[in-house]
């Protein structure tokens, strides 16, 4: 290992360790448990298209908040104070609204499409598919 990395040593204590341990083995816990409901790929990527409102307005929310998402949400909470909040309810009010609506999610639904570039593919065809995948993919790298 090089000298200067070794030089900036770590803060990370066997504590730190512990609990990046237990995320770890809660999160392959909990892929090994509901592996016995996933049948089918319908299954595993659009939750066998049978949520309810609810809990797909969580799912849409927590695919959304990506770590700078989070990261910028704390920063501007922390020097705009409780001014930032405005941030965080208007991607809730738009959230309930998409999610409520299902002006979004219906056509998809009656699609029969599973992912966003799939939709562009039948509506504008396969390179605009290909575009819009590799931008989304750019999209949640970044984020």
Known sequence: ????????????TPWDWAIVAVYLAGTVAIGLYVNRYIRSM????VAGRSLKSFLAIA????????????????QMGFTGGFAAFHIGLAAGVVALIVGLTGFI???LRSMGVMTIPEYYER????GVRILGGLLLAVAGILN
């Open 123 to 126: 509506r504008f065809g396969r």
């Open 59 to 74: 799912t849409m929310v927590g695919t959304e908040l990506g770590l700078v998402t989070v990261m910028y949400a704390a």
């Open 42 to 45: 319908d299954d595993y990527v």
């Open 105 to 107: 999610v219906v056509p």
């Open 1 to 12: 290992m090089p000298e200067a990395i070794k030089q900036l040593g770590s803060n990370f």
